[in-house]
Nanobody
């Protein structure tokens, strides 16, 4: 059973940067596509970014393109989300998730989820 743990969320001012990490235990992530999702208060969980197991293909929510970068280090069993030029509307709980052999933007197609890390962007 793969377990995922996010870290790196905190309070930051608008225009600032954060790097989130997601580390797996109980299994290897090397055969999984990894996604980041977020959920703001009162809103549904939304897709943010996904990366192929090889690291060669990525896809982003339009609202974060050019500001966020997803990457992975399979040797460290870790996925990252570098977030630059943060905006108040980026405030949410950020979740990482693993999908076996699938590159998807749909939360329902992910097999494992972390518990999330809070990102708060002040204006």
């Amino acid at each position: 059973q793969v377990q995922l743990a996010e870290a790196g969320g905190e309070l930051v001012q608008a225009g600032g940067s954060l790097r989130l990490s997601c580390t797996a235990s109980g299994g290897t992530l090397s055969s999984y596509a990894m996604g980041w999702f977020r959920q703001a208060p009162g809103k549904e969980r939304e897709f943010v970014a996904v990366i192929h197991w090889s690291g060669t293909v990525t896809y982003y929510l339009d609202a974060v393109k050019g500001r966020f970068t997803i990457s992975r280090d399979n040797a460290k069993n870790t996925v990252y989300l570098q977030m630059n030029s943060l905006k108040p509307e980026d405030t949410a709980v950020y979740y990482c998730a693993a999908a076996r052999n699938l590159l998807s933007i749909r939360a329902s197609e992910y097999d494992y989820w972390g518990k999330g890390t809070q990102v708060t962007v002040s204006s």
